[in-house]
């Protein structure tokens, strides 16, 4: 009696405790299926992103041509007189306009100088005597006895000093031209590039002494062919880059005479502004045809994978809709888009990367990139 009521109790414990468990396991899995059922309705939690506007740009097509950066002025400058060469700026020297880059002795120069000085002096004495004279037995007239010859031969030798002065005179401002280029003036602002000549050796009119090149006053040369540069006039505006650097570079001639080798043109940018060296290689985005008004996205907003380019348009009701595009020509930051992208769309250009179709966002900003 006592085995069958401790059997009865023992069952009864069990069932209530599989009861239990099977009501609670039963609770937990409803909870979990309505938690999942409402994030499936709700979605993922809004993107926050930063967006751009699509804009109708006008863009020309570009292909690239190698060019370097050279200075407006580069020159060999050269002796003007001669002697032995004194002094040479350093290699490397920032000079101003009209600073001295070069000294030559000035002894010869300026004993040719007091020379000539002495010369006008000499002359100028003469002529005034002979002028004297003349006047003397002009103003006696017949009284004087002189003959007409006599008073020609007065005048002749008068005016003949008077030019001999003038010779004199000449020669001294060249004397005086000369001792000044004793002192060799830069001809402009720039830089010592290279001494063509060294203290101690004797120069002669002519002679190289400094090559100086203006660091200050930049450009651009470029060749091309005929065919693109047809697309391209001066006051244009063409992109320039040295390394990942790039710079807007406006046309200042089209040398309208090709190569005979290459059929080549040559082009010459303006450079402003620019810490780029004199000799450095850069590449030119020239126009390869005529510019056709695009819609066009700033590069951040390209979503770039392996089988596909896409951008996100903004709607709305601030949700992303995901747009493949096909890529067209590029003008600085902005490039074409081809596809179902029109002029005024709001495009992601931050927070994309992990944006999906149909994903809300929150706008941080609403950038407006100014139109073509």
């Given at each position: 009696?006592?085995?069958?009521?401790?059997?009865?109790?023992?069952?009864?414990?069990?069932?209530?405790?599989?009861?239990?468990?099977?009501?609670?396991?039963?609770?937990?899995?409803?909870?979990?299926?309505?938690?999942?059922?409402?994030?499936?309705?709700?979605?993922?939690?809004?993107?926050?992103?930063?967006?751009?506007?699509?804009e109708e740009r006008k863009i020309a097509p570009h292909a690239e041509t190698p060019g370097s950066v050279v200075s407006t002025r580069d020159s060999l400058v050269a002796a003007a007189t001669s002697g032995k060469i004194e002094w040479v700026a350093e290699i490397g020297a920032e000079v101003e306009l009209g600073d001295v880059i070069a000294r030559i002795e000035r002894n010869d120069a300026e004993l040719a100088y007091r020379d000539s000085a002495a010369e006008v002096a000499?002359?100028?004495?003469?002529?005034?005597?002979?002028?004297?004279?003349y006047d003397r037995f002009k103003g006696l007239g017949v009284e004087a006895g002189e003959s007409e010859s006599a008073m020609d031969q007065m005048r002749a030798d008068r005016d003949e000093a008077r030019q001999a002065l003038r010779q004199a005179e000449v020669a001294h401002e060249?004397?005086?031209?000369?001792?000044?280029?004793?002192?060799?003036?830069?001809?402009?602002?720039?830089?010592?590039v290279n001494q063509?000549?060294?203290?101690?050796?004797?120069?002669?009119?002519?002679?190289?002494?400094?090559?100086?090149?203006?660091?200050?006053?930049?450009?651009?040369?470029?060749?091309?062919?005929?065919?693109?540069?047809r697309n391209i006039n001066a006051g244009d505006t063409i992109r320039v880059a040295s390394g990942a650097e790039t710079k807007d570079a406006v046309v200042r001639a089209v040398v309208p005479v090709g190569d005979t080798l290459s059929r080549m043109l040559e082009?010459?940018?303006?450079?402003?502004?620019?810490?780029?060296?004199?000799?450095?290689?850069v590449r030119v985005a020239l126009p390869a045809a005529e510019a056709r008004r695009v819609v066009a996205a700033p590069r951040d907003a390209l979503v770039l994978r392996a089988d596909?380019?896409?951008?996100?348009?903004?709607g709305e009701d601030d949700t992303a809709r995901q747009v493949d595009v096909e890529l067209g020509?590029?003008?600085?930051?902005?490039?074409?888009?081809?596809?179902?992208?029109?002029?005024?769309?709001?495009?992601?250009?931050?927070?994309?990367?992990?944006?999906?179709?149909?994903?809300?966002?929150?706008l941080s900003n609403l950038t407006q990139e100014p139109s073509a």
């Amino acid at each position: 009696m006592n085995r069958k009521i401790l059997f009865a109790g023992c069952a009864a414990i069990v069932l209530m405790v599989a009861g239990t468990s099977a009501y609670f396991l039963t609770n937990t899995a409803s909870a979990d299926e309505a938690a999942g059922e409402t994030a499936q309705q709700n979605g993922p939690p809004p993107a926050v992103v930063t967006i751009a506007k699509a804009e109708e740009r006008k863009i020309a097509p570009h292909a690239e041509t190698p060019g370097s950066v050279v200075s407006t002025r580069d020159s060999l400058v050269a002796a003007a007189t001669s002697g032995k060469i004194e002094w040479v700026a350093e290699i490397g020297a920032e000079v101003e306009l009209g600073d001295v880059i070069a000294r030559i002795e000035r002894n010869d120069a300026e004993l040719a100088y007091r020379d000539s000085a002495a010369e006008v002096a000499r002359l100028k004495s003469r002529a005034d005597y002979l002028a004297r004279l003349y006047d003397r037995f002009k103003g006696l007239g017949v009284e004087a006895g002189e003959s007409e010859s006599a008073m020609d031969q007065m005048r002749a030798d008068r005016d003949e000093a008077r030019q001999a002065l003038r010779q004199a005179e000449v020669a001294h401002e060249r004397a005086a031209i000369n001792l000044q280029r004793t002192e060799v003036p830069a001809p402009f602002a720039g830089r010592v590039v290279n001494q063509e000549a060294q203290i101690g050796e004797y120069a002669t009119p002519g002679a190289g002494l400094i090559r100086l090149v203006d660091t200050r006053r930049l450009e651009v040369t470029a060749r091309a062919p005929a065919s693109l540069a047809r697309n391209i006039n001066a006051g244009d505006t063409i992109r320039v880059a040295s390394g990942a650097e790039t710079k807007d570079a406006v046309v200042r001639a089209v040398v309208p005479v090709g190569d005979t080798l290459s059929r080549m043109l040559e082009l010459r940018l303006e450079l402003e502004d620019t810490n780029w060296y004199i000799g450095s290689a850069v590449r030119v985005a020239l126009p390869a045809a005529e510019a056709r008004r695009v819609v066009a996205a700033p590069r951040d907003a390209l979503v770039l994978r392996a089988d596909r380019i896409s951008v996100f348009v903004i709607g709305e009701d601030d949700t992303a809709r995901q747009v493949d595009v096909e890529l067209g020509a590029a003008e600085g930051d902005f490039i074409e888009v081809i596809g179902d992208v029109k002029a005024g769309d709001h495009v992601v250009i931050r927070g994309g990367e992990r944006l999906r179709d149909g994903q809300g966002v929150t706008l941080s900003n609403l950038t407006q990139e100014p139109s073509a």
